[in-house]
């Protein structure tokens, strides 16, 4: 679970982020809404953990804002007991649930945990002729299963998530493998070229490589461009459907599982 805490309470946001941290929740936190925008735009979390009372844009504004943009990530918001009135528009703007301070940290936890097992069972991903089943680690391909490994699918899944925006390298070592360093091994162009080749043939869609940085899941009109794959797989396993390309080999030990 990738949290964006967004508070301007420096207190606040320092015993919130040991309480992650000791639960093992990955989380950034940011002091103001349009700094959350900004790191919206540049990366991909998991859930959004909102104080109501913030300076310039306030927390119902950022959410109206993103969910005006389509932006559905799931939204706990944080309020104090006189914010009642806040804490309905936030609710009706598009929240997903809510927390009053003071709080109880494992009550925190379980309500950020709970949201996200809900928004994670009713989000099923559509590309093109692609349906993605994220709760039960399902693909399909024109209503046919596609078997992808672990590792495949949470590759697609990170990209998924951050739709038409470039996917670091560094960014997938940490989010997919846990890893804050890097290996110096092709393991991510090994998975990324083994998704492609069981996801093949997929409509509107394709995983482009953005040299140097990583890759990005982007949509397509007619037939992909020469220098660019198409996207084809997801994640589960071996299977032969469809037509497949060699799957390239990396150095010993640099497709880890």
Known sequence: MR????????????????ALEAAGVEHESVSSAQEALRRLQEESFDLLLLDLELPGMSGVELLRHLREQGKDIPVVLVTIRDGITELTSGLRSGADDYIVKPFDFDELLARLRAVLRRSRGLRTAHLGNLEVDPLHRVVKRDGHPIELTQREFEVLWVLIQGQERTVTRKEFLFRVWGMKFEPGTNFIQVHVSRLRAKLEPLEGFRIETVRGEGYRLVSVQGDAPPDGPELRADPCGELGTGRRSPTPQGPAGASPE
């Not at 967004?6 to 015993?15: E, G, I, N, T």
């Open 3 to 18: 949290t964006l805490l967004v508070d301007d309470d420096p207190a606040f946001r320092k015993l919130a982020g040991l």
